[in-house]
Structures are given as structure tokens and as C-alpha cells.
């Protein structure tokens, strides 16, 4: 409730012209409807004049007259809010069809305001109740983002004009000359298998303890930054920035992380860790290693790190450290609205989202040990959110004495793709230097690789129209 030396923004004209035209021509409903909702309009009366005449229009469509209103206004006791010459005073006010959905604009917009005018009474109440600085925060980025949600007004477009942008967009892909049209990932085989990651994808890499998820994450961004030349954020809750910075080096310069840890690197070592680090230096990876982070939080990082360095990808380590804004009966709910806000941060930013995810401990109650959908654990929802998921497996981990062909081998799990195919990829992993990389060819054998035959279409082959 706003104080009553504060006049809340609303603008009555324009309320009255979008009722005026839903009263004269019935038909132009949807249309209003697509802007506005009952609570958008400020005056009462307007308020209830709305929901009356969107539930005569659900009853009888656009099949209604002033008879029937009258009838419905009296069998609903609304004679006193809703005198007939006050009916008819808006039927004349009635906005010309150029205009309607300025005006709409304009209502949906004011409403807009007075719920960012009435978020600031309550952050002035919570201030005085709760003195605490990070739940304040947390409540006001929740609440504006519902806010900025609620007032966005989406459209529907003509599948005409959604097949032009298909046909130019696989044009786009064609020219380039490669067969991985999203990001790529450095391992050719899963590129053959994916595409790459793609814009808006929500992409979930999953594993025990132990089987290298944050190498093989580290894997990833370090090919998108100095391959695919695309500047990364990175949001590490488990490990500090400087853990992450030693593995890549490892990775890198090739000396062991233990090594590194203990400092004991020769000089040569060290020579090479300087040229690394320098390297480093000059990729576009920004890390936020804050070790408690909600999503709205993470929302409003990541797109700061969007809007000023042009991030192409993101990467979170991992998604069952993240917190709700808003407290859920159980942990299961939590997880489940975590997974949906990533998803929902993939499509705002148009970028890929990696996340990283726990699998549960009934992976290893089963004999082959190998993933399974059914592990991710404390939620289906990511199973559902999620448009790639990811396992990673490494037999020899399980194993006291793995065989030859078991040793420095990781699975690469591809176990939901919603665009494509399903499959396991074997690709190496180096222990010493926590680092994944494709496997060598032996030596006299090329690498296998999936060629398809280019075929060329004239402009009549399309017969689009467009």
C-alpha cells in the first residue's frame, strides 16, 4: 500500500479508450488481451468493467450487445460500481484501432511503475525490520525481475517469417564451410554429435566426485576463448579463482598439479608457467568465485558480464551450490526452480550456459557404474530444462587393476540432446595434469571424420514466396 502523499503513475485516459474499444467492437478483445490483465488497470471501476466485459467475451465471444451487458451487470449486483450512463461515457472515449495498442502500452507500462513505486515502500520497511544488507538486495533484484517479466509483452510471428529466418540462418552456416554450426567444444567427435553448443542452450555436464567435471569444464572454456576467440564468465562456488587459474596453468605448461601446489617446479618449469600465465593473460575469461550465489544474483552477473564484455558462453561450477531467491518447502522444488532459472538465463542472454551438476550415489550401487538420467540428482527438472546433458565416466577410476584399453580413458556421455542424437564418445584423460583431450590417432591412421556431400540448389529449388 503506497502512502497517501504519493500519487501512483497511472494514466486514466488511456485506460478508458482500451474499455471504450472493447466495448465497441468486441473483436479487437484479443488484442487487449495480449498487452493487459485485470490488475494493470489502476481505477476500480475500470478494474471491474474489465474482467466484466473478458468474461462476457469467454461466455458469448464477440456475440454480445448492450442487452446482454446490462443483463450480466444486474445478475452480478454491480448497478452502483457500474452505472449505464457511465458505460456509455467510455463506449464514446472508444480509442481508433491505429491506437489501441499505444494506449495498451501505456496502461501495462504505468502498471509497471507503481509496482517498482511499491517495491520501494516495502524495501523501506524491510530496511527497518531486517537491517540486513544482502537479504534487502536479494529481495529487490527477485522482485524487479518479476516485475520486468510481467510488463515484457511478447508476440507471435508468422511461421512465413520464422521459416525466411530459418532458411537464412542455415544459408549463414553453409557459408562458413564448417559442420559444427554452435560453439565448438575442441573434440571433434562430439562437435560431429552436437553441432557445438548453441545460443539459448541450457547445457548440463554431470558426474560423481572424482570423474574430472571441473577439469573437463576448464577443458571447455579454455578452447572457447582462445579457439573460438569468445570471451567466457565463469562462476566457480566450489573452487576459489586461484584454484582455477593453478589447474589451467597445469593444464597448460603440463606439470603436474601437485607439483604446483607445493611449489617445487624447476626453473625450466617455471620459465614455462611464465609464458602460460602471459597467454593467459590475454584470454577473455572473467571469474566470479563468490561461494554463495542465488539465481537472481547469478541473473544479474551474468547479464552485467553480457552487456560490457560480450560474454559467448558461460560456465557454472555447480548448479546444486546455487541458492532459490525465494525459500522452497522442499530441496527437490529448489533445485527444480534453479534449473529453470538457468534455462531462463540461456534464452535472455541468447548464449550457451554450462552447468555443472552432482550425480547421485546410485550410480555406483549399479555394476557398470555408468551414468544413467535417472542419477541427476534431487530433480527431474533438469532432466526437462536442460537441451543437452552430459556424462562424463571414467572406468578405471571404479577399478583396482583397469585394463590397458581402460586407462587414461574418459566417456564422454551424451545422454539427452534435444536437437540430435544420443551416444558415448571416448576421448583421454591425463591425470597428472587434470587435463581431457581427444585420442591420438595411432600412428599411419588418420582420423576418422564424417563428410557430407554438398549439394547446390538454384533460388527455384526454395519457391518460399519471400
Not at 551414468?371 to 552430459?390: H, T, V, W
Amino acid at each position: 500500500m503506497l502512502p497517501g502523499n504519493i500519487k501512483p503513475p497511472y494514466d486514466e485516459s488511456a485506460e478508458r479508450s482500451i474499455l471504450g474499444t472493447m466495448l465497441a467492437d468486441p473483436e479487437n478483445i484479443p488484442t487487449v488481451l495480449e498487452y493487459l490483465n485485470e490488475e494493470d488497470f489502476y481505477v476500480e471501476e475500470h478494474r471491474i468493467l474489465f474482467s466484466l466485459i473478458v468474461k462476457l467475451w469467454q461466455e458469448h465471444g464477440a456475440g454480445w450487445d448492450d442487452v446482454v451487458l446490462r443483463d450480466y451487470i444486474r445478475k452480478e449486483g454491480l448497478e452502483e460500481k457500474l452505472p449505464f450512463d457511465w458505460i456509455l461515457s467510455v463506449y464514446e472515449e472508444a480509442a481508433p484501432l491505429n491506437t489501441l495498442e499505444t494506449a495498451c502500452r501505456i496502461v501495462k507500462e504505468k502498471a509497471g511503475l507503481r509496482a517498482v513505486l511499491e517495491l520501494s515502500m516495502n524495501l523501506i520497511r524491510d530496511i527497518k525490520e531486517l537491517q540486513d544488507f544482502n537479504a534487502v538486495i536479494e529481495t529487490a533484484q527477485s522482485r524487479i525481475f518479476e516485475i520486468s517479466e510481467k510488463t515484457t509483452v511478447t508476440h507471435y510471428h508468422h511461421i512465413k517469417d520464422i521459416a525466411r529466418e530459418v532458411i537464412e540462418m542455415i544459408d549463414r552456416f553453409r557459408k562458413t564451410e564448417r559442420l559444427v554450426t554452435g560453439l565448438s567444444t575442441g573434440f571433434t567427435e562430439l562437435d560431429m554429435m552436437t553441432t557445438g553448443f548453441h545460443p539459448s542452450d541450457l547445457i548440463v555436464l554431470a558426474a560423481r566426485p572424482g570423474m574430472g567435471k571441473t577439469s573437463f569444464m576448464l577443458t571447455l572454456i579454455h578452447h572457447v576463448a582462445f579457439v573460438e576467440e569468445k570471451p567466457v564468465g565463469v562462476f566457480s562456488l566450489e573452487m576459489s579463482r586461484e584454484q582455477l587459474v593453478l589447474r589451467l596453468l597445469s593444464s597448460m605448461a603440463e606439470i603436474p598439479l601437485q607439483k604446483l601446489r607445493a611449489g617445487y617446479v624447476t626453473d625450466d618449469e617455471r620459465e614455462r608457467l611464465l609464458s602460460c600465465a602471459l597467454e593467459l593473460s590475454k584470454a577473455e575469461i572473467y571469474i566470479d568465485d563468490s561461494p554463495s550465489l542465488t539465481t537472481t544474483e547469478l541473473r544479474v552477473k551474468a547479464r552485467k558480464l553480457k552487456k560490457e564484455k560480450g560474454v559467448g558462453f558461460v560456465a557454472i561450477d555447480y548448479l546444486q551450490m546455487l541458492r532459490s531467491p525465494v525459500r522452497k518447502s522442499s530441496r527437490q522444488e529448489e533445485v527444480a526452480e534453479i534449473s529453470r532459472n538457468l534455462k531462463a538465463l540461456a534464452k535472455e542472454l541468447s548464449i550457451p550456459v554450462l552447468a555443472l551438476a552432482q550425480l547421485s550415489r546410485q550410480v555406483e550401487h549399479r555394476s557398470d557404474k555408468r551414468p544413467q538420467l535417472a542419477d541427476l540428482r534431487e530433480s527431474g527438472q533438469i532432466e526437462q530444462d536442460a537441451d543437452l546433458i552430459i556424462f562424463l565416466h571414467r572406468p578405471e577410476y571404479y577399478k583396482k587393476n583397469p585394463s590397458p584399453e581402460e586407462k587414461g580413458i574418459a566417456e564422454v556421455i551424451v545422454a539427452k540432446q534435444r536437437q540430435g542424437p544420443t551416444g558415448i564418445i571416448r576421448i583421454a584423460f591425463i591425470k597428472d595434469y587434470a587435463k581431457f583431450a581427444p585420442i591420438a590417432a595411432p600412428v599411419g591412421e588418420a582420423e576418422s571424420e564424417e563428410i557430407f556431400e554438398e549439394e547446390t540448389f538454384s533460388e527455384e529449388d526454395y519457391d518460399l514466396d519471400f
